[in-house]
């Protein structure tokens, strides 16, 4: 790794690459706070100069020790802070002071702690920013970089052992849960040799450390974990960034349920935004979500292979029909295609071996062990005939057996040899020389199946990501003035069809004689609903009137839904009646549009009805987006076939509904990015008539907050 590594976030260099390091209360215990990172960094030979910092001592761990950090040597890259609370600011401005470039925070006791807290954390940010300082932490368990032999931790993983060489890097905000991963890791031989934590992140986002990673040229995968996403815009760039670089990102996003999210707040003092958006942030950059750490390390371990099918497909070359049902039902659930054989490739190989099942799973039973170059016939033509980018083989415990493995481990290296573009997995349960041995080769090995299934899984959904073309960039829009309350159905809709979106045709009437010519020019039936900014949920009081076929009945309505409302808020400022020309057939959805804390105006598409309330089958997407990736979202709902023309149904315009989720998208995020963009909370289309020509937005609510 080059200490001078150049990006957008080459700033954390000093941070995590460092020539020289200064420990501000520094101590020649080697088991305090203070005094394991030097004995660290000393016993792995840190390739730079140390300068411990403690007024009380001469020499710290056989290294001279100097009173202050003005009196230092040299102004460090970096500095460990290792004070207590009470004097961690004046030792922040000492550093900025002395010109120091980054420091690392141990020190806890601030924003996690309460408001006090959290004013001297703003006290010490502030004064790094002003003195162009980053600042890890506070409140955090520091890093490691094990290429430079540079320990900034006080962690007691590292005495059970130290990172193996690899090309995993590792960024928690967690600083326990970060080590924990690395000793998990350790013990499973993978090599973790950078493992940041950022505590508090009153600076330094997980975010930016991803993105770190992403160009950093000696890491090849990263594994993060998260409780809260503090800050969008380096998160989102450092997504782009690993995807651009092709290095694929599994992450541990905590915080799912209500408990969780308290929990991730009082820990960190993270910001938890809404975990389904948080879930369509990480798929539109190719992040996979891993529910476990022994996942999140399996999916990182298979990702050390660099091999990423952009069109994913497994076949699976077993001795035991159950596994290869297991397997079976892993990979559907996982949405992994397991295509059948060719019929040519399945006579072929029934002439090798009569009783096997030559499908996929394509078992060979063990019979084959009595022959065992059959296996590589076997294998060979499932790779070579079937075509499959992911290879499965299970052979359990004859895959450790002394008097089998080797034979096999040739057989299978030679088709692997052959086929060097493909991933091939084990499921053998052998001894850890063995299972080396088969690692070496090339193969990855697990001893559960279904793991290594959600494993391979993973490898196509980064490669997918990585192959996918740049989306189409949304149609440019000028800035949106919004109102400056919430307005009314019929403002709100006059904006909207400003943006471009197609409204059902309907007209404002003051009076009863007023919604009869509307009637009568829109053409009965008709819908008539209350109309006043007050009154945003017109259902809830009777405010709506469906299906009114004459004049009589529209003059009967119009009385109704004034008397309705007046009884029903008093207060409310009504505008009129909105008479609306009736909509028939087609397929009710729901577009809609929320801020999110975290990322800003989410865009939501789903079908009405039972589909969102009761089955919650709704997709999100950040704005804006253009109209490919709308027709991607609405095809991704499980109740699309209704759209498409399922049991005979007429197909709906999906260009249409897609051109206006696009606009939506488009809308909000020029409304969000205004000078009053905060205040857009949320819009409702709901229900838009999704119809074989044309869509078109029945109800519309742009809610405008403080």
Known sequence: MSDLQAGRFASLTPLLAPRSVAVIGASDDPT?????????????????????????????????????????????????????????????????????????????????????????????????????????????????????????????????????????????????????????????????????????????????????????????????????????ASFLAALGAARAAKKPVVLMKVGRSALGQAAAQSHTASIAGDDAVTDAVLAEFGVVRAESTEQMLDIAYAA????????????????????????????????????????????????????????????????????????????????????????????????????????????????????????????????????????????????????????????????AAFAAPPALPPPARAAVTLPAATPSEAEAKRLLTEAGITCVPERVAKSAEAAIAAAEGLGFPVVMKILS??????????????????????????????????????????EGVLVAKAMTGGVECLLGVHRDPVFGPIAAFGLGGIFVEVLRDVVFRRCPFGVEVAEAMIRSVRAAPLLLGARGRPAVDIAALSRMLSALSVFAASAAAGPAGARLRAIDLNPVFALPEGAFAADAVIEIGE
């Open 533 to 574: 900014a007050d009154i945003l949920h017109k259902s809830e009081i009777g405010g709506v009137l469906l299906d009114i076929r004459d004049p009589a009945a529209v003059r009967a309505g119009f009385e109704t839904l004034i008397a309705r409302a007046k009884a029903a808020r008093p207060a409310a400022q009504i």
């Open 32 to 232: 305090r706070i203070g005094g394991r990172p030097i004995a660290y960094m000393r016993a792995q030979h840190f390739a730079g100069r140390l300068l411990p910092v403690n007024p009380k001592r001469e020499t710290v761990q056989g290294l001279p020790c100097f009173p202050t950090i003005a009196a230092l040597p040299e102004t460090p890259d970096v500095a460990i802070v290792a004070v207590p609370a009470a004097f961690a600011v004046e030792t922040i401005a000492a550093l900025v002071a002395r010109g120091v470039k980054g420091a690392i925070v141990l020190t806890a006791g601030f924003a996690e702690m309460n408001d006090a807290g959290a004013a001297a954390q703003a006290e010490m940010v502030a004064q790094a920013r002003a003195g162009g300082m980053r600042l890890l932490g506070p409140n955090c368990l520091g890093l490691f970089n094990a290429r430079l032999g540079y320990y900034p931790t006080f962690t007691a993983s590292l005495e059970t052992g130290f990172p193996l060489p690899g090309r995993i890097g590792i960024a928690s905000q967690s600083g326990a849960y970060g080590t924990h991963v690395f000793a998990i890791a350790r013990g499973r031989g993978l090599g973790t040799p950078l493992c940041i934590t950022t505590g508090n992140e009153s600076d330094v986002t997980v975010g930016e450390v991803i993105g770190w990673l992403a160009e950093d040229p000696d890491t090849d995968v990263i594994a993060a974990y998260a409780e809260g996403i503090r800050e969008a």
């Open 304 to 463: 050390t292979k660099r091999i990423y099918p952009a069109q994913n497909s497994l076949g699976v070359i077993t001795v035991s029909g159950g596994a290869g049902v297991l397997i079976s039902d892993a990979a559907e659930a996982l949405s992994l295609p397991m295509p059948e054989m060719p019929q040519a490739a399945q006579a072929a190989l029934r002439a090798l071996v009569p009783f096997s099942a030559p499908r996929n799973p394509v078992d060979c039973t063990a019979q084959v062990l009595n022959d065992l170059s059959l296996v590589g016939r076997f294998a060979e033509s499932m790779v070579a005939d079937g075509g499959y980018a992911s290879v499965l083989a299970f052979f359990s415990q004859t895959g450790g057996a002394a008097s089998i493995a080797p034979q096999l481990r040739a057989e299978l290296d030679a088709v692997r040899r052959r086929h060097p573009e493909r991933l091939f997995a084990l499921s053998v349960v052998a001894d850890q020389a063995r299972v080396r041995a088969y690692e070496e080769d090339g193969f990855l090995v697990f001893e559960d199946p279904s793991r290594a299934v959600a494993a391979i899984a993973a490898m196509g959904r980064f490669g």
